[in-house]
């Protein structure tokens, strides 16, 4: 069982840069790719796919809206994986899940994720 908890959300300025983490615990982290997710205010039941990271951290891959703005990196030492958010746009506002699966490669779906940290809430205002 992996537990993983999010932080670094907040408020940001169009414009600006934010720096996202999760912290994994309860399992061996090197044997999980991590994806990002997040969940727009008045879009409740639609996960978007941000990214993803393989095990190694080897490869990477990024949703349309996000690319060349977001950077996933992990520390398999740490048990960590980070997303850093650059040229951040209102319609980046959202809560952002990271989530773990070993069952897969490149996975952009919700249900290919079997681990989820609670979330937390980035607001860029305009």
């Known amino acids: 069982q992996v537990q993983l908890v999010e932080s670094g959300g907040g408020l940001v300025q169009a414009g600006g840069s934010l720096r996202l983490s999760c912290a994994a615990s309860?399992?061996?982290?090197?044997?999980?790719?991590m994806g990002w997710f997040r969940q727009a205010p008045g879009k409740e039941r639609e996960f978007e796919f941000v990214?993803?990271?393989?095990?190694?951290?080897?490869?990477?891959s990024y949703g349309d809206s996000v690319k060349g703005r977001f950077t996933i990196s992990r520390d398999n030492a740490k048990n960590t994986v980070s997303l850093q958010m650059i040229s951040l746009k209102p319609e980046d506002t959202a809560v952002y899940y990271c989530?773990?699966?070993?069952?897969?490669?490149?996975?952009?779906?919700?249900?290919?994720?079997?681990?989820w940290g609670q979330g937390t809430q980035v607001t860029v205002s305009s």
């Open positions: 990214g993803f990271i393989s095990k190694s951290g080897g490869f990477t």
């Open positions: 989530a773990a699966q070993k069952n897969f490669g490149l996975a952009y779906r919700r249900e290919e994720y079997d681990y």
């Open positions: 309860g399992g061996t982290f090197s044997r999980y790719a």
